[in-house]
Each structure stands twice: as structure tokens, then as C-alpha cells.
């Protein structure tokens, strides 16, 4: 094992205690989510007891962190993760003239999804419900768009944001020339 190895261990049990108290979780409640027993998360925290694989990744799911920013080293936060615009994940083939550029982590998939649209003049991304209570905000950066959620329809110009309910169907059509706008998607 090596030092860096060593350091990890050691300052593993703090960090899970504090995603842990980030959370405002008490340890029966991280134990009911992750299905660790109470007592070993509690071992794990103070230090005398090194969890498993299996422990480790099931009460980084419970407690909503990143598997392996936990086992980075504390310089790991101190890093900048630079994605060039040719490595953004892009979707071409969703909507009619559309393309969506996906600008949120992978792992954030689900909860909280930050996209770049550029749609073309006469173009639009029509979408089925999402999960119940989400939402979008929608952003236009350039052009104009009219927003269709459920039966409510609104047209935005370039700086104008709207925000809608995400859990109806939902329209953006660019018809009047091309649009480029930022969208966030928040599922409860």
C-alpha cells in the first residue's frame, strides 16, 4: 500500500461523516437508504472499521457523492475538469432541426441537466412528460422561440427565460430564424 493510499483511508471516515451531516442525515437514516446497518456506519465514521467495496459504493449512492471524488486526495477538489467543445456529448437526432449539447456530468443525469440548444429556423424539440413535478428554464441566448407547456404557450426573445412544467408535454420551436438557448431540466 502505498502513502497516497495510506492518506485516503485515513481521511475517509471524515468525509463520509461530513457528506453525511451536508445532507442532515442522522446515521438511521443513511442506514434505511443505503442498507448498511447503523452500527457499521457508524464504525466506518469513527474510523474502526474499512468498508468494503460494495459498503462504500452503496452508502455513496444513499448519501448522494460521487464514489470516486470520495477516495480522491483532498487536491482532487482543487482540479478544473475541462471538456472541449469537440468532447461535449451532442444529440443531433432528437426533434426536427435541433441539436443538444449536454453540458451537465453524467452522473447528474436524472436530477439536475444543463443543455446548449441551437435550433435551426423552423426547427423544434417536442418532449414527452417527465418525471412528475419536474420543471425546465429555459434561456434564449440568440433568436426567438414560442414554449409550448401543456396548453400554455409563450414566445421568448434573446436574455428572455421561462419557467415551465417539465411533466406535460412541452414544446420550443424556432420559427422565425435560428435559436441558441440554454435549458436546465430539474426533476423533483
Request: hydrophobic fraction near 40%.
Amino acid at each position: 500500500m502505498t502513502e497516497t493510499d495510506n492518506a485516503i483511508l485515513t481521511q475517509l471516515p471524515a468525509r463520509l461523516k461530513a457528506a453525511r451531516r451536508a445532507k442532515d442525515l442522522s446515521l438511521d437514516a443513511v442506514a434505511k437508504l443505503s442498507g448498511v446497518s447503523r452500527s457499521m456506519v457508524s464504525q466506518i465514521e469513527r474510523g474502526e472499521s474499512s468498508p468494503t467495496i460494495a459498503t462504500l459504493w452503496n452508502l455513496t449512492r444513499a448519501l448522494q457523492v460521487d464514489f470516486a471524488g470520495l477516495l480522491d486526495d483532498a487536491q482532487g477538489s482543487a482540479q478544473i475538469e475541462t471538456l472541449r467543445a469537440a468532447e461535449v456529448p451532442t444529440i443531433d437526432n432528437l426533434g426536427s432541426g435541433c441539436r443538444i449539447r449536454i453540458l451537465s456530468p453524467p452522473e447528474d443525469a436524472g436530477r439536475h441537466e444543463v443543455y446548449e440548444l441551437t435550433i435551426a429556423k423552423g426547427g423544434m424539440l417536442d418532449s414527452q412528460p417527465h418525471a412528475r413535478g419536474a420543471r425546465e428554464h429555459l434561456t434564449v441566448i440568440d433568436g426567438a422561440v414560442t414554449v409550448t407547456s401543456g396548453e400554455v404557450s409563450s414566445t421568448l426573445n434573446a436574455g428572455d427565460t421561462a419557467r415551465y412544467a417539465a411533466d406535460v408535454t412541452h414544446r420550443i420551436a424556432a420559427e422565425t430564424g435560428d435559436v441558441r438557448a440554454f435549458l436546465v431540466v430539474q426533476n423533483a
